[in-house]
Every structure is written in C-alpha cells, then in structure tokens.
C-alpha cells in the first residue's frame, strides 16, 4: 500500500516528456489499427489511401513529437506539420490527424520566443497545402479551406489564453510571496524592537546607575546583578524569536501575556525607576492577540519611562473588562535623561498599528505638566 500511495509523486518528479510520451504512443497505436483507418481529418476530402510504409512515417511524424511537445513546442509543431501534410496529400486520412490541434494548443501555451513569426510562418505554409490539395482534386471549396484554417488558429488561441493565465496566476503568487514576506518582515522588526528596546535601555540606565555606587559596594552589586538578569532575559526573548524564524520550530508560538506584567514592573523598578502598578478584573479567556498588544503596550511605555524620564514616579493601570483590556501608563516627566539612549518613534507608531489591526484605541500624549501618558483600549474576549 505504501508503494502504491508512492507512485503519484514518483510520476509528478518524472520529467515532462517522460509524462508526454503515453498519450503519444497511444495515439500511434490507435492510428495504425485498420478499425481507424479513414476516420482521421480530411482537408480536400481526396479519395482515401490503404496504408504503406510512407503511412506509417506519417503517422510518427504525427504523433511521436507529441512526447516533446511541452519541452520543445517549436519543434514539436513543425514536425507534427510536417506529418499531417503527408498524410493529407497522400489521402491516409489517419486518426492521427487529431495531433494537429494538440501541438498548436500546446506551442500556443508554452512556446516562449518567437510566437508572433510561428504564427506567421504556419499561416503562410497553410497556403501551399491548401493549392496543392486543390490541384490534386480536392472537393472542397475555398471558404471550407478558410474555416479549417480559423479551427486551427482557435486551437493556437486557446493555447495563448492558457499560457497568459498561467502568467497571471504566477505573477499574483508572487505578488501575494512578496506582500506576505514584508508583513513577516514588518512583524519580526517590531517584535524585535520591543523586545531589544526594553531591555537594552534597562541595562544601559542600570550601568550608567553603578558608575556612581563605587562607594556603595551592597548597591553596586544588587545593580550589576540586575544588569546580568536583565541581559539573560533578553537572550531568552530574543531565542524565542529566532525559533520562531526557524521553519522546523513547531506550533508553540508563546509570548508575553498581560499576566506577565509583574515581572515586567519589577525589572522596570530594579533600572531605577519608580512604578505603581494596579490591576483591576480578571482576564478573560482566550484573548490570544490582545494580550500580547497590552503587554507590549505597557512595555513600550515603561521604556520610554526609562529613556525620557528616569527617576519619575510612573503609573501602570490595567483593567480587564468582560470584552476589553484598558491600559494607561502614565509619568509626570520629572526625572532625569542621562545616559539614557535616543528613540526613533518607531515604538509607538507600532504600537498603533498593533491596536488598530484588533480594532482598538490608542493614544501617546504630553500632559500639560511635564511627562506622557499613554492610553490603549482593546478589544478581547468573546460577546456573552
């Protein structure tokens, strides 16, 4: 069972004209049985000839390029011309005959450099074949000659319209690659700016802070240990993202979550900086996307807390409603910014983006005393 379930995919890996060539030895062998003999095409309608050897050479003509006629259309359809002139003119009149329409459908969905002269080149070769047969006798009359003719060049148009699908499909999955890939790229650059920000800021203001405890050696220590802490959890975090860019790392996409905001306001407070942190309600179930926005909503604010106003009183308060999370993180901006590296306002304009993609509010603004407050509403939980 295990082999038999193999053989579809050891058929899709064969080359193509490997895949081709069946339906051309079907062709054949169906051509050359006497049941089929005289049922072919008939341009002219000339009396109908028994088979010879030059038959049998007219049917291979016809058929066997079949195999090529995807690797090679070109030389596919000039040689399966070649066949069906032969067998016109001789009157065998063979099934294979059929192959006609099938090379020019095929040239017309796969022949990639000089379309326009084939074309042109097949519709003045038709021109000769259409006299000759004249000349031979043939019954029909010239605007019969012209509707083969328009049959043939449907075939060749039918082929066309397959290939500029197959281009429009190619070049919307590439399209819909490309879109896929700058999301991707936008998400990881924003998780790792969250990520790095906080925690590199932290460690910068809590070595900058040692510099002045050399006196203090209890203080020193208790600093330098919060900078190793710090250091560790930003290794952990950024592992984290790396598996997730790993394409063999499995379904556990854990982040950050609202309930993680204690340790988040401890590390905030072991850098220096004073935080009350409050917390109302409890979270509701399943709220996937929303809390990792508010955790990374207060974690930019706190950050920010660090860089612009180190040393100031700072407020966390988060509210878990039955259908939405409201965060305020605020700072009245009167502490000090030495040593504290610059920003680039790309943490809050994500931040933004993160809250509008659920559908929720944000706001970063000065109060009129000094300091920022920052204000998210979004939403979670399901409708009762």
């Known amino acids: 069972m295990i082999e038999l379930r193999r053989v579809p995919d050891l058929w899709r890996r064969c080359d193509v004209t490997v895949r081709d060539l069946p339906f051309a030895l079907l062709l054949a062998v169906g051509s050359v049985l006497p049941a089929l003999h005289g049922y072919g095409t008939r341009v002219g309608d000339l009396p109908s000839r028994p088979f010879d050897a030059l038959a049998v050479v007219a049917v291979a003509l016809e058929c066997l390029p079949l195999a090529i006629r995807r690797r090679w259309p ?9 066949g069906f002139a032969v067998d016109q003119l001789r ?25 326009r002269a084939t074309a042109v080149l097949l519709s003045v070769a038709y021109v000769p074949l259409a006299v ?22 449907a075939a060749w148009g039918v082929g066309a319209w397959l290939r500029s699908t197959r281009a429009a499909e190619a070049e919307r999955r590439l399209r819909l690659a490309e879109a896929t890939r700058a999301v991707e790229r936008t998400r990881i650059a924003r998780e790792l700016h969250d990520v790095v920000t906080h925690h590199v800021t932290a460690m910068v203001v809590q070595a900058e802070a040692a510099r002045y405890l050399t006196a203090a050696p209890g203080r020193l220590d208790e600093t330098l240990s919060a900078v190793t802490d710090t250091g560790r959890r930003a ?27 204690h340790a988040l306001v401890e590390q905030t407070r072991r850098a220096g900086q004073p935080v009350e942190f409050t917390e109302e309600g409890r979270p509701a179930e399943s709220t996937g996307s929303a809390e990792l926005a508010a955790y990374r909503v207060v974690q930019e604010a706190l ?37 504290s590296p610059g920003g680039s306002g790309r943490g809050l304009a994500g931040l933004r983006e993160r809250v509008d993609v659920l559908g929720g509010e944000f706001s970063a603004d000065r109060r009129a005393g000094g300091g920022f407050v920052v204000r998210a509403r979004i939403p979670a939980g399901s409708p009762s």
Do not use: M, W
Not at 132 to 153: I, Q, S
Not at 237 to 259: I, K, W, Y
Not at 317 to 333: F, M, P
């Open 235 to 261: 290794i952990s975090d950024l592992r984290h993202l790396l598996d997730l860019l790993n394409p063999d790392h499995g379904t556990d996409t854990r982040a950050p979550s609202v309930g993680e905001l």
């Open 74 to 82: 070109a030389a596919c359809l000039a040689l399966v011309s070649l």
């Open 303 to 339: 950050t920010n807390a660090l860089k612009y106003a180190h040393g100031a009183r700072t407020v966390v308060q988060v509210r878990h409603g039955e259908r939405e999370i409201a965060v305020e993180v605020s700072t009245d901006g009167s502490g000090s910014r030495t040593g």
């Open 132 to 153: 000759a047969l004249d000349r031979l006798g043939a019954d029909e009359r010239p605007d019969e000659f012209v509707t083969f003719y328009l049959a043939l060049a």
């Open 91 to 115: 009157g065998y009149h063979a099934f294979a005959g059929s192959a006609l329409p099938i090379a020019l459908l095929s040239a017309g969905a796969h022949l990639e450099r000089h379309r």
